[in-house]
């Protein structure tokens, strides 16, 4: 499975990609805005929305390659690691 997360901390990167490696998923992590954003992001099985440290503008791209791809969102106010695990523990089925 492939997870897109976009915000969270720069310095939980890391964190983020093993905690999603350990449930058999695949992660790509965008905490900044980058120009090319929407190219970068793919297509995913399921986007993370970390609400509380991301701007509108990522968050608008995120929700419009998610609807013209039909992928699912999942919204989260906090990004701490265990967040990411309460999410991935009911979203992926194969850990």
């Known amino acids: 499975m492939s997870?897109?997360?976009?915000?969270?901390?720069?310095r939980m990167i890391c964190q983020y990609k093993k905690i999603c490696k350990n449930y058999k998923c695949k992660?790509?992590?965008?905490t900044q805005m980058t120009?090319?954003?929407?190219?970068?992001?793919?297509v995913p099985d399921l986007f993370v929305l970390f609400t509380n440290t991301?701007?509108?503008?990522m968050?608008?791209?995120?929700?419009?390659?998610?609807e013209k791809n039909e992928v699912e969102v999942v919204?989260?106010?906090?990004s701490s690691g265990t967040a990411l695990m309460e999410i991935l523990e009911k979203k992926c089925p194969n850990k």
């Open 3 to 10: 997870i897109v997360i976009i915000g969270g901390h720069d």
């Open 75 to 78: 919204r989260c106010h906090t």
């Open 35 to 42: 120009s090319n954003l929407r190219e970068q992001i793919g």
């Open 27 to 30: 992660a790509k992590v965008f």
């Open 59 to 66: 968050v608008k791209c995120a929700l419009s390659q998610a």
């Open 54 to 57: 991301v701007s509108h503008k």
